[in-house]
């Protein structure tokens, strides 16, 4: 069984699909992370990133692997190095690539195989596993989304502005929305969620109440 998660950053997504995924014994992915350690690499190669083909270059031969919530890159741990304020803006004009979109959604495609899975990011509904059988989308105010944002930088002791905050954000969302190439957007057969008032392990529950009821049909 595939269950999908997707909505714009600071929704809950990836801490949600982790509980949802440990609390059915299902796989999870965050394929967020994959994205970022794309531009990470970007980042780390001084790769000139209006060069499309360059960008979309870069993925080849990389070995990205996530696994027990940590992303691999070449077999080491960059979980921690792809959170940053930099990787973060940088990742959204990464992920419009078609070349690397391309390369992350085979990757993505190959894990699913032969296990049950809760993948989490922008596509997952819409392009990646059109015919997955539980798909949700969740979405929260820009306000509870940008503080969730400060929190999880405070936590690694970078204290950035809310101010700043919100404009960083309302440009990825305006670059996940209006790409080319799979825009963030809820699949027709999406339930959506706003998880503004609601604590994630809240939403993890309600969301396992609705795969499980789907799973004894
Ligand atoms: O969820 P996140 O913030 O870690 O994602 C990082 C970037 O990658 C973000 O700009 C959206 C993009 N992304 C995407 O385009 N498709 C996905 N399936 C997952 C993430």
Do not use: W
Not at 92 to 121: F, H, I, M, P, Y
């Amino acid at each position: 069984m595939i269950v999908t998660i997707d909505g714009p950053a600071g929704t809950g997504k990836s801490t949600v699909a982790r509980i949802l995924a440990s609390r059915l014994g299902f796989e999870f992915l965050n394929t967020g992370a994959m994205y970022r350690a794309v531009a990470y690499v970007c980042l780390e190669r001084h790769v000139n990133l209006d060069d499309t083909e360059a960008v979309g270059r870069v993925p080849i031969g990389l070995d990205i692997v996530f696994r027990n919530n940590r992303l691999f890159l070449d077999g080491n741990d960059v979980t921690e190095a792809i959170r940053g304020q930099e990787v973060t803006q940088t990742a959204s004009l990464v992920a419009a690539n078609e070349l690397v979109r391309q390369r992350l959604v085979q990757l993505q495609r190959d894990v699913a195989r032969n296990v049950n899975l809760v993948t989490e990011g922008r596509d997952q509904g819409t392009v990646v596993f059109q015919d997955a059988q539980c798909k949700f989308f969740l979405t929260a105010s820009p306000h509870e989304r940008a503080l969730r944002r400060q929190r999880e930088l405070q936590a690694r002791g970078d204290e950035v502005a809310l101010d700043e905050l919100l404009a960083q954000q309302e440009l990825r969302d305006e670059r996940d929305e209006t790409r080319a190439c799979s825009p963030l957007k809820p699949a027709d057969d999406a339930l959506v969620i706003d998880t503004t008032p609601m604590s994630l392990e809240d939403v993890a529950g309600y969301l396992e109440t609705l795969v499980r009821g789907r799973m004894d049909h």
